[in-house]
């Protein structure tokens, strides 16, 4: 999927992704692109499916690759896995990947797609603190002390 969005973007175009899974797809993203969620250039959205995009990040344009599910018909250990039609036990871990690599990008579609110019916004952190309850740095846009310290740490405290 990522290669097919690759192939789709020009040359020397400056992009950031979208997955929109927390699973599986973010791991491909930053493996073969320069995004990653800690650079800021991956955002999972996570509205469910198993998709991506790559985008222009100064214009918004971009491609959008998404498993295409009604091509997996010919496909059908991909999608027993995918659809979970067979417990873990019953499924062949050889013939899914066999069936992935014989599939190829023929299991994906592919369409153009224009982000909406809120995204395309620069996240900034503003200005950086240093929390005066645990003293470790932190954004003070959080308020006047960390969000840990506010409570949200899912630490146990001793």
Sequence with gaps: M???ALTKIPEGVLFDAISETPACVPDAVQMLTPCTIGNGWLKIINLGRFALSLYDKHHGN?????LETSKLEKWPEIKAWFFKLKTRKEQSHEEILSQIKKAGVEICGVCPIQIKPELLK???KGKIAVCPSCA???PLRDGSICLACQ???PYLTS
């Design 62 to 66: 971009g491609i959008r690759v998404f």
């Design 136 to 138: 470790e740095a932190y």
């Design 151 to 153: 409570g949200n740490s």
């Design 2 to 4: 990522v290669h097919l």
């Design 122 to 124: 620069k996240r900034d």
